[in-house]
């Protein structure tokens, strides 16, 4: 497995019983990239983010995140993580839930405190208010807030942009643009075409498991005239007359 | 670890679990000292006098009731903690999260059973001082029972409750909070049936086919200690000998539910609707 790959995928068969969620599936990530995954409900997206952060132990196929094996503890303090649905203790409030993510991740108290109140600021979070009380919107903005913390080499973003509103979805984007300036990688599983388009360089789309098609989105781009198009072509539904 | 730690004691306290098993054991001591104390009085006023020409019940009784009514606010404590505190950040849409901490999956485990031992040291304050307060403090200046022998019942109980809460989150991890409360149940039953049967030889009574009973006995003598907890405080108080097998059995079931808790921890436990 290569230095420079922040994750590579060979031949992984992920099951659930006897369901099979992802099948024969080889992918990989390049450092400083970002990896765009989309398919329809029940591909494989998740199952496949499952495998890589090794939450799932995949039947067969090979699998290496930074250089190690996936779920390894060490390599979660270089990881963000944001599931489609997670919830953050609902006895905490905002600020001490990101402080106890800080604490494993960030060792400079000043650092935390600091990253900690940019966070609250951006992702405009309630200082006192408990999670419990929080909307479904809010919780999901405490998920994102701490996969933040600690400058990580690898953001890993399921269904982000669930539950939020408009403007949180721009600050967002703008703060991930940051993020891939400063050379993070990034994978983000969306059904917002457009917004994956926008953040992503590579683009993997899947079906029932299997992946279809892994190209720069420059050349889907150029070759279905959109992503739109190009998704749609390849999980077999024409839109404007496109085929793959 | 610090870290973990105050995310435990934050959760015990904000959930008021603390609050209500310190309530709860004080409630329990109190009434049950109390009404030690009132039959003592009662003796001694129109029966002690005639009969005994004092009271059969004293401290050394009071401290022995204390000790066994601390078995149940113990165990109740171990449920609570063990069935829906511990499971609490690795369940569900938490357990996901939680996975992705950058710790040791073996601190998990360290750091639920230092929040229980922290837990279990101010339930055997709350003992002590509802002991205080029904009997008077000085009466701990002349106990009849060697502190030693209280020590020795207050360790037992506490690898017990220690024990206790692994296999209850065990039994929540893999099985779910309402089955193990019914798994918990019939355990308590049959190892106290299994115990009253064996300790006092009512075996003898009932009919059983040849080889039957050497089997269930030496399946019971490797099985967690619990129907002996009785016993051997009842021991401690009659017969100060320092008998370490059980203590053992503890110390090995302890180590046992602590390293299955912690392979639950492998992978996080997903809910069906989220095996996208």
């Excluded at chain 1, 099948?23 to 400083?32: A, C, I, P, Q, Y």
């Excluded at chain 1, 779920?71 to 919830?87: C, H, L, R, T, Y």
Aim: with cysteine.
């Amino acid at each position: 497995m290569e230095k420079n790959f922040v994750f590579q995928m060979q031949e992984v068969r992920v099951c659930y019983g006897r369901r099979s969620a992802v099948d024969s599936l080889s992918l990989s990530l390049e450092r400083g990239r970002s990896l765009g995954m989309l398919g329809p409900n029940g591909a494989g997206k998740t199952s496949t983010l499952r495998a890589i952060l090794g939450m799932v132990k995949p039947r067969r196929g090979q699998i290496s995140v930074m250089g190690g094996p996936p779920g390894d503890p060490k390599n979660f303090q270089k990881i963000g993580f944001a599931p489609e649905e997670g919830s953050p203790p609902e006895f905490l409030t905002a600020p001490e839930y990101l402080s106890l993510v800080a604490e494993f991740k960030i060792h400079d108290r000043a650092k935390r405190k600091e990253e900690i109140g940019d966070l609250v600021q951006l992702f405009e979070l309630p200082l006192d208010k408990k999670i419990r009380d929080y909307s479904k919107g809010m919780k999901r903005r405490v998920v994102l807030a701490q996969t933040f913390l600690g400058h990580p080499e690898l953001l890993v973003l399921d269904e982000p942009l669930n539950g939020l509103d408009p403007l949180l979805i721009i600050k967002l984007r703008k703060r991930l643009e940051d993020y891939m300036k400063d050379g993070g990688s990034l994978v983000f599983s969306s059904h917002i075409l457009a917004e994956v388009e926008k953040t992503c360089s590579v683009i993997a789309i899947l079906r029932e498991g299997s992946l279809l098609c892994s190209a720069s989105t420059s050349e889907l781009v150029s070759r279905f005239g959109s992503i739109e198009n190009a998704f749609a072509s390849y999980v077999g539904k024409e839109i404007n007359g496109h085929t793959p | 670890m610090g870290t973990l730690l105050k995310q435990n004691f934050r959760h015990v306290l904000r959930t008021r679990v603390l609050l209500f098993a310190l309530a709860l054991s004080f409630f329990v001591q109190w009434a049950g000292l109390q009404s030690l104390k009132n039959f003592t009085l009662h003796l001694e006023g129109d029966l002690g006098s005639f009969f005994l020409g004092r009271s059969n019940f004293g401290e050394r009784e009071g401290i022995f009731l204390a000790l066994f009514l601390h078995l149940f606010t113990g165990t109740f404590l171990s449920a609570v903690y063990g069935i829906w505190v511990v499971p609490y950040l690795h369940q569900g849409d938490r357990s996901q999260l939680t996975f992705t901490l950058p710790i040791s999956k073996w601190k998990f485990p360290l750091g639920y059973g230092v929040t229980m031992l922290g837990l279990l040291f101010l339930l055997h304050l709350v003992m002590f001082a509802t002991f205080g307060f029904v009997f008077g403090f000085r009466a701990f200046m002349s106990l009849a029972v060697p502190w030693k022998v209280i020590a020795v019942c207050l360790v037992v109980e506490t690898l017990a409750f220690m024990t206790l809460m692994f296999a209850f989150a065990c039994s929540a991890m893999a099985f779910g909070q309402i089955p193990t409360f019914f798994i918990g149940v019939f355990s308590f039953f049959s190892l106290q049936l299994a115990a009253v049967l064996f300790r006092l030889n009512l075996e003898k009574l009932v009919e059983f086919e040849s080889g039957f009973l050497e089997w269930s006995r030496f399946i019971y003598n490797k099985l967690p200690p619990m129907g002996e907890l009785v016993f051997d405080l009842g021991t401690q108080f009659s017969n100060p000998t320092w008998n370490d097998k059980n203590i053992w059995l503890w110390l090995v079931w302890l180590s046992v539910f602590a390293s299955i808790f912690r392979l639950t921890l492998r992978y996080p436990r997903l809910t069906r609707r989220s095996e996208g």
